[in-house]
C-alpha cells in the first residue's frame, strides 16, 4: 500500500496526455474497461457530463478515472439522474498498491463536495473483472443491469 501524500489527480493536459494515454491494465483486465484513449473520445463528446482525471504518485502517472456526473440513466428525458465512476484504469505494474482505492475515495470527495448522495459504478462480471474491488469498498448490487455490467452503488454521506 502506498502513502496518500504524494497522491493526487490532474485534469489531463497536453503536458500529460502521452502518460495519460500510456496507462495499460493487465490484459486479462481489458475485458473489463475500455483504454484511456476511448475515455478520453467519450469525454471530448459529452463535456460537462465527464469528468476524466489522471492518478499520479508523485511525478509517476499511475492509473486514469473518470467519473460521470448529472447523466440521464435511462436516457429518457431525465426521469434517473445519476452521478459515479464511469472508468477505471490503474496500470498493470502498479495494481495492490492502494490507486484503485484512492481513486474511488476521490470521486466520492468531488461527488460529495458537489451534493451528491449516491456514486454509481458498473462492472463486467468474471474472474478477472473488478466486482469483488468494489464490493470490499462498500458497493452495494443494486440488482440493476446496464447492458451486460451490474450496476453498484455506494451511499455518500454528506458534510
Known sequence: MTTTTALRLEEITPKNLKAALGIRVRPDQEFA??????????????????????????????????????????????????SGLWRLNIAAEEQGKGYGRFA??????????????????????????????????????TGELAGEETVGVLKLELD
Not at 451534493?115 to 462480471?125: A, E, I, K, S
Open 33 to 82: 474497461v475500455d483504454p484511456v484513449a476511448n475515455s478520453l473520445a467519450e469525454a471530448y463528446v459529452h463535456p460537462g457530463r465527464a469528468w476524466p482525471r489522471l492518478i499520479m504518485d508523485g511525478d509517476r502517472a499511475v492509473g486514469f478515472l473518470m467519473a460521470f456526473l448529472d447523466i440521464d440513466w435511462h436516457e429518457d428525458g431525465g426521469s434517473v439522474i445519476r
Open 104 to 141: 474511488v475515495e476521490s470521486v466520492a470527495e468531488e461527488l460529495r463536495r458537489r451534493g451528491v448522495r449516491d456514486l454509481y459504478v458498473t462492472w463486467h462480471p468474471g474472474d478477472n473483472g473488478p466486482e469483488n474491488f468494489y464490493l470490499g469498498l462498500g458497493f452495494h448490487k
